[in-house]
């Protein structure tokens, strides 16, 4: 049952499963995608013994601005503090956390900047990253890299907006086809999906999103401060697991390549062979094993309340 929470800019629409006393996981979903796409991921946790959220990002599904005038930020630090504000507004003192795609890429400032708070980090489809163009945007793009990333190029035209805004389910089906070339999925799961681009924010936080990665859009000032600390790449120190695709066709894995500097704390790069983008749908069962493998090498739990943890 779809659940909903406020955070200080949002009501987060999640789906929560498992045992109410069970260690929690939260995992955050990428573009374009929603929380289902974790369905198979959570009943394999769940019978695991762990306690499962999965929220819906800014801009998908049932998710809601509180307020008409809050900019519509796709900034992934703005996805980093929506996470956290959600743990929060739940009680959750400490997590796992599972991040694919953008929920990769805001999953890696809040273990940076958080690490009392992210026991472990799995992350699914991409590198090492802070998100604050200053760093980011200044990292070097291999020729085949910059060509996967076309439609972030297109994104950053009025033409691209153009397009998303018209016919987004056709050029999102598009990308799914591009970025997991072997994975054939099905017409009803990208319709059961595809709801969630609906969203009236949904085109306005994705164009925000890539224009601001390039420097081409200005951020919301109340990140300013975060971002000042992410643009000196803070190392993460808590275990963490990156898997790529080996067939991705939107971030290839040369992106994740050389990363190793930006962890303190145990760091293992996964290549699989055959998965492309949408790996946690594609291959389930890998990214489970992958988790309870992680969970068991983390810091146990405390079971202290946010207040006390503060």
């Given at each position: 049952m779809l659940k909903r929470i406020n955070t200080s800019l949002l009501e987060i629409a999640y789906e929560e499963r498992g045992d109410a006393n069970a260690d929690p996981v939260i995992l955050v979903h990428g573009f374009p995608d929603d929380a289902q796409t974790w369905e198979k991921v959570t009943n394999g946790?769940?019978?695991?013994?762990?306690?499962?959220?999965?929220?819906?990002?800014?801009?998908?599904?049932?998710?809601r601005f509180l307020?008409?005038?809050?900019?519509?930020?796709?900034?992934?630090?703005?996805?980093t503090q929506d996470l956290i504000e959600f743990a929060d507004a739940l009680d959750i003192d400490q997590f796992i956390l599972v991040g694919h795609d953008w929920g990769a890429r805001a999953a890696y400032p809040a273990a940076a900047l958080y690490p009392k708070r992210v026991r472990a980090l799995v992350a699914l489809a991409?590198?090492?990253?802070?998100?604050?163009?200053?760093?980011?945007?200044?990292?070097?793009?291999s020729l085949a890299q910059?060509?996967?990333?076309?439609?972030?190029?297109?994104?950053?035209?009025?033409?691209?907006?153009?397009?998303?805004?018209?016919?987004?389910?056709?050029?999102?089906?598009?990308?799914?086809?591009?970025?997991?070339?072997?994975?054939?999925?099905?017409?009803a799961a990208f319709d059961k999906t595809a709801v969630s681009f609906d969203n009236s924010d949904f085109v306005d936080v994705v164009i925000h999103s890539y224009r601001y990665r390039w420097a081409n859009a200005e951020g919301d000032p109340r990140y300013e401060e975060l971002v000042?600390?992410?643009?000196?790449?803070?190392?993460?120190?808590?275990?963490?697991?990156?898997?790529?695709?080996?067939?991705?066709?939107?971030?290839?894995?040369?992106?994740?390549?050389?990363?190793?500097?930006?962890?303190?704390?145990?760091?293992?790069?996964?290549?699989?062979?055959?998965?492309?983008?949408?790996?946690?749908?594609?291959?389930?069962?890998?990214?489970?094993?992958?988790?309870?493998?992680?969970?068991?090498?983390?810091?146990?739990?405390?079971?202290?309340?946010?207040?006390?943890?503060?």
């Open positions: 946790l769940v019978a695991a013994g762990y306690r499962t959220f999965t929220p819906y990002v800014r801009g998908y599904g049932a998710t307020d008409g005038n809050t900019q519509r930020s796709g900034q992934y630090i703005a996805l991409a590198g090492y990253g802070t998100g604050a163009p200053s760093h980011d945007a200044k990292q070097p793009v910059a060509r996967a990333y076309w439609y972030q190029w297109y994104f950053n035209l009025d033409k691209g907006r153009e397009a998303l805004a018209s016919d987004r389910r056709a050029l999102c089906r598009e990308l799914w086809k591009l970025w997991s070339p072997s994975w054939r999925f099905s017409k000042a600390q992410l643009a000196k790449a803070p190392k993460i120190k808590v275990p963490t697991t990156v898997i790529v695709g080996a067939e991705d066709g939107a971030t290839l894995t040369q992106a994740s390549e050389g990363k190793e500097r930006y962890f303190s704390g145990s760091y293992q790069r996964r290549v699989l062979r055959g998965v492309g983008h949408f790996i946690q749908r594609e291959q389930p069962k890998a990214v489970v094993e992958a988790i309870l493998k992680l969970a068991r090498t983390a810091k146990p739990v405390r079971r202290a309340s946010l207040s006390a943890s503060r």
